[in-house]
């Protein structure tokens, strides 16, 4: 089972519509979540932190942690064309030490938005 | 956000030489930076973990006096390819957490080719 999974794409929705995207992570014991998007040719740019049960927003953006299973989402309202980018889970697997800070990346979902 | 800058964008070098790449966090000090290496259509791997002051830890199957690392004060960590190959060429991208944070930002990335 690989330690960052994200549900398999490419995902493709119109504009306007809601899209959604999955995320699994195998320890338990992770702390810190969150969402980059990265368009081709470029570095990933967070999008979204989430530490606690429950939900955040910002924006268009809603991410969703429900760590009982071990499960987080990130939810993008109102998609625009310029949505159109992969999008990438990262988490700290573990509580600390000499794993702080250290990210684990799912293997990105792709996610185009059509007119 | 936080901003981190990398050195140079991209590179062309020629086999069997070495390449030295910067990553600078301009606005925070960072103890701690990472860096990751990410092949077409793939997400970024983790190669090391740069340590202010101490030696680089080195993921599993990343051969440290290849990648040379030095993280000579809080704002600067440098990546070294020795002896570069064809098949070093990669997409390299540096990241740091502020030392008071947990989100990490990415510098923008450098394109090392090797011919």
């Known amino acids: 089972q690989k330690e960052v999974e994200q549900n398999s794409g490419p995902l493709s929705v119109p504009e306007g519509a809601i899209a959604s995207l999955n995320c699994t992570y195998s320890?338990?014991?992770?702390?810190?979540f969150f969402w980059y998007r990265q368009y081709s040719g470029k570095s990933p740019e967070l999008i979204m932190s989430?530490?606690?049960?429950g939900d955040k927003e910002d924006g268009r953006f809603t991410a969703q942690l429900n760590k009982a299973s071990q499960y987080v989402s990130l939810l993008i309202r109102d998609s625009q064309p310029s949505d159109s980018a992969t999008y990438l889970c990262?988490?700290?697997?573990?509580?600390?030490?000499?794993?702080?800070?250290?990210?684990?990346f799912g293997q990105g979902t792709i996610l185009t938005v059509h007119p | 956000g936080a901003v981190v800058s990398q050195h140079p964008s991209w590179v062309i070098c020629k086999s069997g030489t070495s390449v030295k790449i910067e990553c600078r966090s301009l606005?925070?000090?960072?103890?701690?930076m990472f860096w990751y290496r990410q092949f077409p259509k793939q997400s970024l791997m983790l190669m090391a973990t740069?340590?202010?002051?101490?030696?680089?830890?080195?993921e599993q199957g990343v051969e440290k006096d290849k990648f040379l690392i030095n993280h000579a004060s809080l704002t600067l960590s440098t990546l070294t390819v020795t002896s570069a190959h064809p098949e070093d060429s990669s997409f390299y991208i540096c990241?740091?957490?502020?030392?008071?944070?947990?989100?990490?930002?990415f510098g923008p990335g450098t394109r090392l080719t090797v011919t």
């Open positions: 320890d338990r014991g992770s702390q810190s």
């Open positions: 990241s740091a957490p502020p030392v008071d944070g947990y989100e990490q930002y």
């Open positions: 989430i530490y606690s049960n």
């Open positions: 990262a988490v700290n697997l573990g509580t600390g030490g000499t794993s702080y800070g250290k990210l684990t």
């Open positions: 740069s340590n202010e002051g101490s030696k680089a830890t080195y």
């Open positions: 606005d925070f000090q960072a103890t701690t």
